[in-house]
Structure formats: structure tokens, C-alpha cells
């Protein structure tokens, strides 16, 4: 390729750092322009710093494990960011600062945080998304024309299992979905939420919508929106096998956003699903 799209990926080191890492290889749209991570984890000086990117991938691709961001945005087009909320929100005021795009992939922002996204959007692109996989996106779709076919006599939960080590609930994902049903409804979700239940919980109000987390082992991410109505249960699911479908996602998210100088945009619009 003439002119590959210059990728930074932060957090290179996590889960999904090491499968953006994969597919970015891969790609020979992409070139890997910086890898950035936290310099000490809980006091410790991060093993990776000063490393080759690739090393554990067993792929060398001469670009060493940093934790300067304003260095790392020197000449980049994209960065993705996989991390945590208070490092997405460092991330992104560097990037705002280069006048580079972003991809978050991050999820757990408070309301504050998410403004401050759409607010960074003014001055660079940005795909904000919970999900990155083609198969949520569809199902956000779905799950708009259920409940708007469904809207009288359904209740509405959605389910969500992940792995053990996820730190934030519901996920992202189950929100996003939870968003979708609302907003087809004309609900408003921070209003009609339940999180969990327990004791005496009374009879259920029709227009609450439950949310059911499920925490262990390897779950990569399921997501299951129930409408259960008298005499019959409509349920949508996605189950997610590989971080790949993620990560894959996301560097699609990066080249839409190539020439693209301001603007929030998500994956129905990476997926011209709107
Ligand atoms: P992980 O814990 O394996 O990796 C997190 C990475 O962020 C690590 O490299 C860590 O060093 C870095 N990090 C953490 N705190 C930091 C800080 N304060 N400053 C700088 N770097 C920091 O997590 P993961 O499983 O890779 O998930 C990362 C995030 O992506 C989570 O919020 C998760 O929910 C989200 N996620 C989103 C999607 C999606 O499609 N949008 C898919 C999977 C995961």
C-alpha cells in the first residue's frame, strides 16, 4: 500500500492491545506508527516500556513500547484506545492537542467523561463505540425494531456475561442496547434502569427495563435482549468467541475516519447502518 494509515495503539499491553497489535500486522492498509502503555503499574515500572511492540507476538516491528504520548502522536493519523476511562480522557486531550483521530474502545465513562468526548469532537474525529463488532452494531438495529413491534405487553431485561476479569457492570454493551430499546420506546433509560434485584422487589413495572450481569472465567461477551410478553419470550442474543472481532472492528472505525477532521460518530455510522 502507497500511503498506509498510521496507527497508535495505547493500552498495547492489555487484552485487546495484544489482539490490535495481531491485526494491525496483518493489515497491509496499516502501518503500527506507536505503541504506548502506562509507565508503573500499581508501583511497578511496566515490563513492557523500552520493548519492541511485537515481542510477544513473536513479530518484531521496530517500534518500541513507550509511555510518551505527545511523542507517540508525532506524525500519526489514528490512535485506538483500549484502556480505562481516566486514561482514555488523558489520551484524548493529547490527541486533541495533535489534532489526531481516535477510536474508543473504552468502556465505564461517567456522564462528565462522555462530554468531554463529545466536546473533543469538535476539533478531531472521533468513533466512540462499546462495542466494536459488526454482529452488536446489527444488533442494536434488531433490537430497535423489536421493541418498537413489541412495545405494548413485553417485558424488556437484558443479560450480559463476561470474563472474569472485566471491572466495570453492566457492560457497555448491555447499556448501548438498553439505550436502543428506550429510545425506541420513547424512554428515557437513566429513568425506566433496574440493576439487579433483590429482597422484596414487589411485582415488576412494565416500563422498567432489567439488566442481569454474569461475571467468569473466559467469557469473551454475551449479550442477550429478552422481550418476554404472555404466552411467548423473543430473545436476540450476540456471543462474542474472539477479542479479533473487536479489534477488527475498531481498525475498520480507523480508516473511516482517515480525511475525516471533526465529529462523533459510532459504528452504525462505520457500518453505514443509520
Ligand atoms: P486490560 O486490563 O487487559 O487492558 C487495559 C490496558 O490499559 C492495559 O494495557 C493497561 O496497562 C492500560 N491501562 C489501564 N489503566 C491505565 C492508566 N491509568 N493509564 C494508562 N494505561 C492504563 O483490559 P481489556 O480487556 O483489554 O479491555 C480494555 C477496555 O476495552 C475495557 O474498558 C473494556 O471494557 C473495553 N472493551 C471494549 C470493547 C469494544 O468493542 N468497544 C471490546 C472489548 C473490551
Redesign the pocket.
Known sequence: MENPLKIVI????????HVLLECVFADGELVLHGAV??GD?DGVV?PHLGRDAGEQLGKLSGVKVVDDIAAALKGADVLVD???P??SM?YLAACQQAKVAMVI????FSNEQKLAITDASKDIGIVF?????VGVTLLINLVQSAAKVLSEGYDIEIIEAHHR??V?AP??TALRLGEAAASALGRNLEQCAIYGREGVTGERDPSTIGFATVRGGDVV?DHTVLFAGIGERVELTHKASS?AT?AL??LRAAKFLNGKASGLFDMQDVLNLR
Do not use: I
Open positions: 495505547v493500552g498495547c499491553s492489555g487484552r485487546m492491545g502503555d502506562r503499574v511496566n483500549f484502556t480505562r481516566e486514561a488523558n474502545g473504552t468502556t465505564g463505540a462499546p462495542n466494536m463488532s476479569h472485566k466495570d457492560s457497555g461477551g477479542r473487536f472492528g475498531a
